[in-house]
């Protein structure tokens, strides 16, 4: 599995819903509450993260700020 990073375009913190634009660029990946992990995020923060599959797209997972 391949380490990406990038920065948080959009958060929701109440829904926990957003997306992360990849610094290799392509398209965003999404997020939610349980693959934010439990960190906080906001929009603009740098994150490293793991990507998954899902039948609604592909997901961050594992987040952690840098």
């Known amino acids: 599995m391949q380490l990406f990073t990038g920065w948080v375009k959009s958060y929701d913190q109440q829904t926990g819903l957003g997306s992360i634009a990849l610094d290799s660029g ?5 997020v939610d ?32 700020l840098i």
């Open 33 to 64: 509450l349980c693959s934010s992990d439990g960190c906080l995020l906001s929009e603009g923060q740098k994150v490293q993260f793991w990507m998954i599959h899902r039948p609604a797209g592909i997901y961050a997972c594992d987040i952690q």
């Open 26 to 30: 392509g398209d965003d990946v999404l």
